[in-house]
């Protein structure tokens, strides 16, 4: 089937752990992007990419790290740098300025 | 002033009625908007994308882009409590060689059955 998986599903972190984060995409798509939400709130932009080897940070990039090293892969390192990481978090990829797809989402905790 | 805003709601409708929701965008030269569909605890679907100015009709909704306003609506046509959801409006950005997707924080909307 074609389509963005994310995995895990849920995610507990330890104070002052870095964890990963993993989505994949087989639909060929050259952008991904990584988003946060938080409780009754909308989508921040964290890391987005147009094509391989190359990202842009976005409006919350502090405290999460990204690779681009294979086009169907963009995994997010959530670091011990990020003080609050406890949030849902939602990859998408899209072709140059179409509409996203997303993945169903990791919901992570700090335990 | 945020990229995309939307009024946060609820806004709530009864069964049947038609649903208004509305975003407006910062940035002048957005190519792209689209309109999202997310259940409490879900990912976003999408519901309708438009490019140019004026309306464009799938089924009940209907997706409406003024680009001399900024300013993008979804109207709902007999809204359905299956309609319940928070509704997120997205603009692409083109900055360069980069395209970002900016959303906003999402309307939510209750139909009462």
């Known amino acids: 089937d074609g389509g963005i998986t994310q995995s895990p599903k849920y995610l507990f972190r330890k104070e002052g752990q870095n964890v990963t984060l993993s989505c994949e995409q087989n639909?060929?798509?050259?952008?991904m992007y990584w988003y946060r939400q938080d409780p009754g709130q909308g989508l921040r932009l964290i890391y987005y990419s147009q094509i391989v080897n190359d990202f842009q940070k976005g409006d919350i990039a502090e405290g999460y790290s990204v690779s681009r090293e294979k086009k169907e892969s963009f995994p997010l390192t959530v670091t011990s740098a990020q003080k609050n990481p406890t949030a849902f978090y939602l990859c998408?990829?899209?072709?140059?300025?179409?509409?996203?797809?997303f993945g169903q989402g990791t919901r992570l905790t700090v335990v | 002033q945020k990229e995309v805003e939307q009024n946060s709601g609820p806004l709530s409708v009864p069964e049947g009625a038609i649903a208004s929701l509305n975003c407006t965008y910062s940035?002048?030269?957005?190519?792209?908007f689209f309109w999202y569909r997310q259940y409490s605890g879900k990912s976003p679907e999408l519901i309708m994308s438009i490019y140019s100015n004026g309306d464009k009709e799938d089924g009940r909704f209907t997706a409406q882009l003024n680009k001399a306003s900024q300013y993008v609506s979804l109207l709902i046509r007999d809204s359905q409590p299956s309609d319940s959801a928070t509704y997120l409006c997205a603009v692409n950005q083109r900055g360069g060689a980069t395209n970002k997707l900016i959303f906003g924080t999402g309307t939510l909307l209750a139909v009462q059955p």
């Open positions: 639909l060929n798509h050259d952008a």
């Open positions: 940035d002048r030269v957005s190519q792209s």
């Open positions: 998408a990829s899209s072709l140059q300025g179409s509409e996203a797809f």
